[in-house]
């Protein structure tokens, strides 16, 4: 006990009060943390309204507004989707979440089944489900999907055929003898960063119907989808190039000189390498990229974060705290998502290194 | 993981780049067995919207992203509001079924882009009528389903009752927007002193009003009493009685495709001449044999009128107003003083009744 306290307060000794100068800042900072953590327990707890109706929401203005969110939970996850068919929708998101919760656990048998099922059956499938009009399935057409829903379906969606993509394309761009496929890849990739991803998802939106002809029917989210692949392909492939960079010479000669073909060189000596090094900046564009779906707005699809912006304009639920604590919802959700996906990444990471001295 | 399964899950990386190709191609199909993938309208099709909308079943309506009164989702779910419910009316005039439509929920920027594209076949999206948006950006306005104008709210205790003695003051408002440039050009030509703060969304604004960072908020008079529910003690404020800018709100359709306009503008009409007439949701089907010939008329017994419009069946004014009511009903459930927004009837009373709404008659 003794030996704890002692060491606490060697602890405090050494980072915080060393001199006279980094006393009073650890005072000021301690004191502005504290303050800010007392508001923020305070509105969100304390003076919350946690049961009730809006009418308890106006009384007590000085905390969150938790009815909205209750009321409202159900859209924010699945917008207008039709309420007797959310089965649907729940069936495939625990079969997303059980999935990727499988693979995160290292001791899954038939992992690599797993990875093949949740990257080229789970999307089909899922699409059939959601989208129906086949089997005994009622349609419910991609205009009625909105809220988390639709966040999940774009994210996974775009992050999923992002990284092929971007491989494909950063080898490409390395493909000195093939100066055609090489021309290309450039072209494509300065294109697509060199134009804001608002431009893009317009783009999308509205001008490849007037390339095709009027009777071909093109879904306003496929249409979204194709630009946030396009998009988000150009910058992995970017990511995934540094990763090639970072690699020494000796990598490629050597796996030369063992006589392997260019495909076996890069599937097994070139990308594992180059890969772990990607691993940060694979996963920065796969959390802008999440949050970069809220950007579908501006064309049309109410997201996660476009219906809590539509149930806030309810007149029936007018009050100061309702916007804020929509806000605050969306703050939430999407730090948990992304925080989760930074920690996964982050014991990646740790775990390629092992056994690797850190440079 | 070894390089090996790395390797592997490389290749199993790139399959679903085939699934999406062959989505594609799938949905680009149009002779998909799966059909009906597709959720908006294709490209163009001027001319033949009405055949298009009977077709696939249902109208593709843009409304706005969420204002009060005006769309907005509601506690279950369902679009409400005064441009909802005349989308509903619209579609109950073609399929006699109010719920034979899809909304899409447009942003400011894309309303127009979308209805020129024919993402959407009907714009109800409190659109301003004004000459530049009638003459020179391919759209037709069909009439007026709601009479706005820029106001001014601000704190009872500023002690000003009229926006004359608006001097010296900070205005709150929206970016880039026509509302802006009304603001300015009425405190320029008044010589009076004023400085603006503007914000990009409606949400940020009311809270930097709320939080007396300005002295007044301007806007749509509809919008002012829409956030003025927002305030955290909506007593205190007060609208001033001045209006200084004409926004007349109505619904547009795409120029040149002049039956599929006269369907909506004759939608329009009818809301507003069955209040005219007297006719309401509860009482219309008991006017059904009536010997008035001018209800005759409206509800169909008479005339051909359905069929001149390209529509099946003659009773689509009966249609309208026994499934969505007539203009005063749907006014008294979306933004009328019963209702949150509170706002009385005003300019947009009947010619009848002091306003200025008046429809041209069905003969």
Redesign the interface.
């Not at chain 1, 707005?297 to 049309?300: D, S, T």
């Given at each position: 006990m003794k030996n704890w306290l002692k060491d606490l307060r060697y602890w405090l000794q050494e980072n915080l009060f060393f001199s006279y100068k980094n006393s009073i800042l650890s005072v000021v900072a301690g004191l502005f943390l504290f303050w800010l953590a007392y508001q923020l327990v305070n509105w969100f707890f304390l003076q919350a309204v946690w049961v009730g109706t809006i009418e308890d929401c106006r009384i007590h203005?000085e905390g969150a507004c938790w009815p909205f969110v209750q009321?409202?939970i159900?859209?924010f996850l699945y917008g207008?989707y039709p309420?007797e068919e959310r089965w649907r929708v729940n069936i495939i998101l625990f079969i997303f979440f059980a999935g990727i919760g499988l693979l995160v656990y290292e001791r899954t048998p038939y992992r690599?089944k797993i990875?093949?099922f949740m990257?080229?059956v789970f999307?089909?499938l899922s699409?059939l489900v959601l989208?129906g009009?086949?089997l005994w399935l009622t349609?419910v057409?991609?205009?009625?999907w909105g809220g988390f829903m639709l966040t999940l379906v774009l994210a996974s969606?775009s992050i999923?055929?992002s990284?092929?993509?971007g491989?494909?394309l950063a080898l490409g761009r390395r493909a000195n003898s093939l100066p055609f496929v090489k021309a290309f890849c450039v072209v494509f990739i300065e294109f697509w960063r060199g134009v804001p991803v608002i431009t893009v998802l317009?783009a999308t939106?509205?001008m490849l119907?007037?390339f095709?002809?009027?009777?071909?029917?093109?879904?306003?989210?496929?249409r979204a989808m194709?630009g946030f692949?396009l998009f988000s392909s150009a910058y992995m492939a970017e990511i995934v190039r540094g990763g090639l960079e970072g690699l020494q010479r000796g990598q490629y000669e050597a796996s030369d000189a063992l006589g392997m073909s260019y495909w076996q060189s890069r599937?097994?000596?070139i990308?594992?390498q180059a890969?772990k090094l990607m691993i940060p900046g694979i996963l920065l564009t796969i959390i802008g990229l999440f949050k970069d779906t809220t950007l579908v707005?501006?064309?049309?699809l109410?997201d996660f974060l476009?219906?809590i912006?539509?149930?806030?304009?309810?007149?029936?639920w007018?009050?100061?705290n309702?916007?804020f604590t929509g806000y605050a919802f969306a703050a939430i959700v999407y730090f948990c998502f992304c925080y989760s996906m930074s920690i996964y990444a982050r014991y990646i990471e740790h775990k390629f290194s092992e056994g690797r001295e850190r440079r | 993981m070894t390089f090996k399964s790395i390797g592997r899950g490389l290749i199993a990386f790139s399959l679903p780049i085939v699934f999406a190709l062959g989505t594609l191609s799938f949905t680009l199909n149009p002779a998909s067995a799966l059909g009906g993938f597709g959720g908006g309208g294709g490209g163009g099709g001027y001319g033949k919207t009405l055949e298009e909308v009977k077709d696939k079943g249902y109208i593709q309506c843009g409304v706005s992203q969420g204002l009060p009164g005006f769309s907005n989702p509601d506690d279950a779910g369902n679009w409400s509001g005064i441009d909802v419910e005349f989308c509903n009316a619209v579609a109950a005039a073609v399929f006699g079924d109010p719920t034979k439509v899809q909304f899409s929920p447009l942003s400011a920027k894309v309303r127009f882009e979308s209805l020129r594209s024919g993402e959407v076949d009907l714009l109800a999206r409190n659109t301003t009528w004004t000459f530049d948006r009638d003459v020179a950006l391919g759209l037709e306005f069909v009439g007026v389903n709601y009479y706005d104008g820029q106001g001014f709210m601000v704190r009872r205790n500023l002690g000003v009752n009229s926006a004359f003695e608006l001097n010296n003051v900070s205005v709150c408002t929206n970016t880039g927007t026509t509302t802006e440039l009304n603001a300015a050009d009425f405190f320029r030509a008044n010589k009076l002193k004023y400085k603006i703060v503007a914000f990009e969304k409606a949400d940020e604004v009311v809270a930097a009003y709320d939080a007396e960072r300005c002295d007044v908020y301007t806007t749509d008079r509809s919008g002012l009493a829409a956030q003025r529910t927002k305030l955290a003690n909506p007593r205190e404020h007060k609208v001033l009685p001045e209006i200084i800018s004409k926004e007349p709100l109505g619904p547009v359709v795409r120029q040149g495709d002049e039956q599929w306009a006269d369907v909506v503008r004759w939608t329009l009409n009818a809301l507003i001449n069955a209040e005219e007439m007297g006719l309401t949701s509860a009482n219309i089907s008991s006017q059904k044999n009536s010997d008035n010939p001018k209800v005759r008329r409206f509800v169909g017994t008479e005339g051909e009128f359905g069929t001149a419009l390209g529509l099946d069946d003659n009773a689509w004014a009966y249609n309208i107003v026994e499934k969505v009511g007539n203009y005063g009903e749907i006014y008294e459930r979306t933004v009328g003083p019963k209702t949150p927004l509170g706002l009385s009837r005003g300019a947009n009373a009947l010619w009848t009744n002091g306003g200025i709404l008046y429809a041209p008659p069905l003969r």
């Open positions: 203005q009321v409202r159900s859209q207008f309420s690599g990875v093949f990257l080229c999307p089909l699409w989208r009009g086949i349609d057409p991609t205009g009625r969606v999923v055929s990284l092929p993509l491989i494909l317009f939106a509205f119907p007037l095709l002809p009027a009777s071909v029917n093109f879904d306003q989210l496929l194709v692949i599937t097994r000596v990308l594992p890969l707005l501006i064309i049309g109410l476009g219906m912006q539509a149930g806030i304009a309810d007149p029936r007018g009050s100061p309702v916007p | -």
